[in-house]
C-alpha cells in the first residue's frame, strides 16, 4: 500500500473537463514534483486532494484511508499540509501569530499556546523568518509571504507536504535560499512532498521524481534528467514538434 | 464622589432657558451668592426661585415627528404661566424653569431619565413622556419615589393594571370607552354593516377588540376585518375588498403613517361609505395639507374642540398655539399635554409644592380645564367622555357624545375629484 | 379572487415598484462600479422630498420642475462625499481590504447625520402638499395624477438610464468597471471620473425618486430609512451590481407587496418581504454571489 | 489556553467588586447610567465574539435581546424572573444555532444584510403571533428593583466581559481571528470553520437574551417593534466599531466612551448628539479603522508565552 494514492481521478466543471483519470503513487518520504503548462490541472489536483473539492470519478487514499470525502479540516488532520499558490496569510495577525494558529490545529491539535509558540518559534528560524516574528503577516515581502505560507503549513505537523508554486515570483538567490530550508525541514520532520513547479531548477534540484500534466491528462512521470529529454513533454511545452 | 463628578455633569446639561432671559441670570447669581455666604438658609422658597419643571421629550428615534406637538404644548404652556407673573405657589408667584432631555423614544432612557430628573435635577414638578411605552415605563419610577406626575399622550386599557397613586392619564379615549362611542353613534345614524381595519400596534388592536363584540351585541354585521403591520406602503388589495364589501361604514384603526394611505387610496378607489373613521392622524396640520377638501366628513378620535363655549381657556388655547406656531394645534394631543398641565397647575396653586398634598389633590379634586372638568378615579380621567371629531368644511368640529358635542354629525360627502 | 385581476391592484404594484427600480439602479451603481454600501440612499431620497416640498411651499414651484433641482443638489452632493470622503476609502489598501463592511458604516454614520441635521433645521413635524390629486379614471381604474406622474416619470428615467447604460460611452464605461475592474482600467477607462459619474447618478436619481414620493407622502427626516432597506431588498434580488435585472427586480419587489398581500393577507406583509429578502440571500449563498470580499 | 495574568484578573475582581456597592453610595440615577453602560458592555461584548473575531459582521443582534424579552414576558408570573433570565439566555441560543446553520454559509457584506433581515423577519412574525394570540402589549408589574437588576446586568457584563477575554486568548480564539482573515486557508489547517462559526454564533446570542429579559423588567413593558428595534443592532455596532479590536478591550472602551459622550451631549443637544455620533463613525472608519483600542494600546500585537 502506497502513502499517497490517486486511482483514476476526473475532475469537471460544468462541461470543462480538468482533469482526465489520474492515477499515480507517492511513497513516503519522496518528492514528487508536478508541472505541466497554465491550466493543465496542477491546481485542481491539488484542490482535490486537499479536500476543497470533490473529484467527479475516482479515489484517494492516504495512508490506506480514503479521503475524496472529507472535509479540508479532516484532511490536514489526517497529516496533509498545503500551501496556496496564491498566498493567503492571516494579513491582520503578527507573523508567528500566523504559524501558531497552525500548530493549535492541524494534526498536533496542541492545547497550549505556550507550545506551539515555542514549536512555532523553530520552524520560523528555518524559514528565516524568526527575525519578523512580531510584525503583522501583511508587511511581509512576497518572499516572506510564501515562506510564511510553508512556515504555517509545516506547523501543523503533516506528513505530507504540497507545496504550490512557492518559487514563482522570487529572485534566483531566494529561490537558492528557500531549496536549502524546504531541504533541511524535509530531512528533519522526513516529509513526503509533492510540488507543483514551474521554476525548473528547484524541480531538478528536489524532485526524486517528476510527473506532467498536459491538457488534464498525465503524460509522463520519471526522473527529472528523463523528463526534460521526454519529447512528449518537450511537444507539450514547445507545441508539436515537427 | 461619583455623585459629585454626575452632578455637575447634570448641572452642565441642565438645558439653559433663554427665555427667562438675563435679569434672571443675574438674580440667580445672587442668590447663588446669597446661598453661599450663608445669607439664606437653603430650602427657603424665594418669589424669584424659579420652579423646575422636569419631563422627558421623543426629540429623536421612532416617536419625534408624532412627540413634536407635546414640546410645543408644554413651550407654549410655560410662556403663559412667566407672562403670568409665574406659576402660583400656593399664592406665591414663581417663574417656572422646564428642565427636559431627549429620551430617544426609547423607554430604557425614559425611566433614566425621570430618575435623573428626580435625583439629580431635583426638579420640583414633572410632566409626562410621550407614548404609552414611555408613559408605562415611567410609572415605575414616579411610584419608586411617590413623586405625583399627570400623563397625557397614552391610551390603553393595560394602563389599568398599573398602580394607582402617582400617575393619572388625561385620555377620555381608553379603547373600550371609544368603542362604546363609536357603537352609540352608529346604531343611531342606522348603520348596519361595517368594514374594519386594523393595524397591528397596540393600541389599535385594543382598540379593534373591544369593538368587536360591542358591535355584535348591536348586531352590526363586520363585513370585511383586515390587519396590517405598522410598515405596510400600500392598501389596495385591502381596500378593494372593502369596497365590494359595501359597507354603511369603514373603520380605519390606524396611525398617522397608514392613515394618509388609506385616506388616498380609499379616495382613488371611490370608497364612499357615508361614515369613515380614521382613528390617529386626521388631527395633524399635515393632514390638512396634504389631504385639504378631501378631509371632509372624515371621523376621528378626539374629545376637543376650541369651539365649545362652556370650556374656559378652550378658544385661547388655540388661538395662541396658531400664534406661535403659525399652525394649529392637534385636536387630539394639544389638549390632553394642556390639561394635564393644568391639572398640575391648579393642584400646586391650592397646595404647594408638597407632592404627597399634591397626589392627594389630584385624587381627589376636580378640575377646570380646556376639556371641561376632569376628575380621576384610580389613574383614570372619567370627567372626559370618549369623544369623536368629524371634519365638516375644513373644520374640525365634535360631534360626539352629544353632553359636549358642537355639531352634529353629517354623512361624508363624496371625495373631491380634483 | 377577480381582486386579483383587478386594473387597480396592477397600477398600485407598478406605482410601488417604479419607487423601487429608482432607488435601487442608484444603489445599484455605486455599488457595482465601487463595491460601496450606500446606507445613506434612502436619505438622499429624504434630502430630494424636503427641497421639492420647500421649493413647493416657499415658491409654488411645481414638484416636476423642482425635481430637476433636487436632482441636481442630490448629485452634486454624491459628488462632494465622493470627492470627500470616498476616494480615501477606496484609496486606502487598509480599508478597501473590507469596503463592503467599512462602506457600510461609514454611509451609516452619514445617514444618521443627515437625518439628524434635517431634524435640527426643518424640526420632526410631518410635511405635506397637495399637487396634482386630481383624479382620473381609465375604465374602472381610478388613479391621482400625482400617482400616474409618478408612474410616468420613473419609467421615463428608467429607460433613459437604460439607454445611457447601453449606448452611451460612459454608461459602457460604467459596465465595463462593474464587470471587470482592472481590465478596463486596461482598456482606457478613467476610473475615477466614472466613479463620480456613478455617485453624481446615483444619488440624483435617489434626489428624483424622492421628489416624486414628496407629492404621495408625508414628508419626516426619518422617513429614508424604509427605502434603503427596499432597495436593499431590491439590488439583493437582483444580484449586487447587476443593473438590469436590478431594475427587474425593483418591479417584481412591487408586485411581490401589492400581489402577495392580495393573495396572503395584510398582516403578512412584512413577513413576506423580509421572507423573500431572507431566501434569496440564502440562495445566491449557495451559488455565485457568496464570494467573499476581497 | 493561557494563565490569566494575576494583575488583568485583579483589576477585573476589584473594578466588579467596586462597581457591585454602587447602589449603596451613587444615586439611582447614577445606578441608572451604570445600569445602561453594563448592558451596552454586555451587548457590544457578545457581539465581538461573534463578529469581532470571526468578521462575520452582524446587524440583527436585536433579535437576541428582543427573543430574550419575549422569553421573560412570557413566562412572568409562571416562572421566576430569576430563571427566566437563563431561559431566555438558552432559547436565544438556540435560535442563533438554528438560524446560523444556514445563515453562516452567507458571507461578507450579504450575510450583515441577512442578519438584519432576519431579526427585521422575527419582528414581524412576533407581531403577527402577539397580534394573534390578541395580546398586544404586556406589562410587567412587580419586577424586582432597579438595584437588584442593576446587579444583574453588571454581572452579564462581567460574564460577557469573561467570555471574550477568555475566548479572545485561547485557542478557540486564534481559529476564529484565523476564520475572518482567511476562510480557506483556515480550514486548510485544520480549524474546523462551519462549527467554530456556528459556537461563535451560539455563544454571542446567548448574554444578549439574557440582557433582554433583564430589560424587560426594567421597562416594565414588552412590545415587539421596541424590543426587537434595529436601533438596537445598530448601536451595538457602533460601540463595538468605536472600541475597535477583537479582544474584550474594545467593546468596554467603546461603551465608555458613547455613553460619556452621551451624558455630555444628549441631554442637552440630542440632534447634535447624533450628529456627532454619525461624524464619529464617519472619524473612526475612515481615519482609525481599528477603533479605539489600537489607538489607545497599539497593534493588535499578541504574544502567546
Redesign the interface.
Known sequence: MSFLTINGVSKSFGGLQALRDISFDVEQQEVVGLMGANGAGKTTLFSLI?G?SRPSLGSIHFKGRPIAAL???HI??QGI??T?QIV???????V??NV???A????R??????R??ASAMDILADLNLANRA?D?ASSLTLSGQKRLEIA??L??GPELLMLDEVMAGLTATEVSELLDSIRRIKRRMSLTILMVEHVMQALMRLSDRVMVLHHGELIAQGKPQEIVADPKVIAAYLGPST | M??KL?GK??A????NNNALGETHMLKKALLALAIGSGLLLPGTADAADPVKVGFAVA????FAGAADGQIKIYELWKDQVNARGGLDVKGVKRPVELVY??D?S????V??IY??L???DKVDLLLAPYG??SH??A??VVE?YKFPMVGNTAA?V?LR???PGNIWFTTGQMPDRLAVSLVELFKLKGIKSIALLAN????S??SK?YLVPALTKAGIEVKVSE?Y???IKDMTAMLINVKQANPDAVVAFSFPSDSAIYLKQARELGIDAKFQFVEVGPTEAAFAKQFGEALNGIVTMGHWTPDNKQWTGARALFDSYVQKYNEPPSYLNAPLVYMSCQILEQAVAKVGLDRDAIRKTIATDTFDTVNGPVKFEGIENVGTPAGLLQIQGGNMTLIWPPSIATADFKPKPAWPAK | MSTLFSGQLLFAALVVGSIYVLIALGLNLVFGTMRL?DAAHGDIVMLGAYTSFWLFTLSGMSPLLSMLVAGALSAGFGAAIYYG?FR??LANT??SQ?L???S???F??????L???A??CFDTTPRAYTYLDGIIRFGNVAMTGNRIAVLIIAAVLCAAAFLFLRFHIYGLAIKALIQHRQAAAVVGVNIERIQLLSFAIGFGLAGLAGSLLSMTEQITPFMGFPFT?AG??TV?LGG?GNLTRGMAAGMFLGFVEIYGVALTSP??H??LI??V??VV??L???GL?????S | ??PVPIRTSLIFVAVIGAASF?PQ??????V??AL?FA?WVALAQSWTVLCGMT?Y?SFGHAAFYGMGAYVQVLTWGTLSPWLSVPLAGLVSCLFALAAGY??L??????F???TF??A??LK??I??I??TL?Q??R?I?G?PS?NALYLAMLGLAAAATLITYVVS???FG??L??IR?????????????ARYKLTAFGLSAFIPGMVGAV?AM????F?P??AF?A?IS?NI??MA?IGGSDDARGPLLGALFLIGLS??L???A??????V??????FF??FA?QGLAKQLFG???????
Open positions: 486537499a476543497h472535509r479540508p479540516d490536514c488532520r499540509a498545503r496556496f493567503r496569510p492571516f494579513a491582520n495577525m503578527t508567528l501569530d501558531i494558529v497552525g493549535l490545529y492541524g494534526v491539535q496542541e492545547r497550549s499556546t505556550a506551539a509558540a512580531d503583522p504555517r503549513a506547523a501543523t | 461619583v455623585d454626575v455633569l447634570n452642565l446639561a441642565v438645558l426629540k429623536t428615534g421612532l432631555y431627549d430617544q426609547d423607554a430604557g432612557k425611566v433614566q430618575e435623573k428626580i435625583t439629580g404609552t411605552s408605562i415605563a410609572a415605575g419608586r390603553s393595560k393594571e398599573i398602580k397591528q400596534l397596540p393600541f388592536l385594543e377588540t390587519e403591520p405598522p410598515s | 454600501l470622503l480615501r476609502l487598509q480599508l473590507r463592503e463592511g467599512n457600510l458604516l461609514l451609516f454614520g452619514i445617514s444618521i447625520i437625518q439628524n441635521v431634524a435640527l432597506v436593499f431588498v439583493i449586487l398582516s403578512l412584512s413577513v423580509y421572507g429578502f431572507i440571500l440564502f445566491q449563498s449557495q454571489l457568496g464570494r467573499r470580499p | 489556553m493561557q454602587l453610595f451613587g444615586s439611582e440615577y447614577v441608572a447610567v445602561s448592558m468578521g459582521g444556514p445563515a454559509k452567507v458571507r461578507g457584506p450579504y450583515v444584510m441577512l433581515g432576519l427585521e423577519f414581524f412574525s407581531i403577527g402577539e397580534a390578541g398586544f402589549s406589562l408589574i419586577a432597579p486568548n485561547s485557542r486564534y481559529g481571528r484565523a482573515e482567511e476562510e480557506q486557508a483556515a480550514e486548510t489547517i485544520g480549524i474546523p470553520v430589560m426594567r421597562l416594565s413593558y412590545e417593534s421596541q428595534d436601533l445598530f455596532v457602533v466599531m451624558e455630555l444628549w441631554a442637552r440630542p440632534q447634535v448628539y447624533m450628529i455620533l454619525g461624524a464619529l463613525l464617519v472608519v475612515l479603522p497593534g493588535a500585537r499578541r504574544r502567546a508565552t
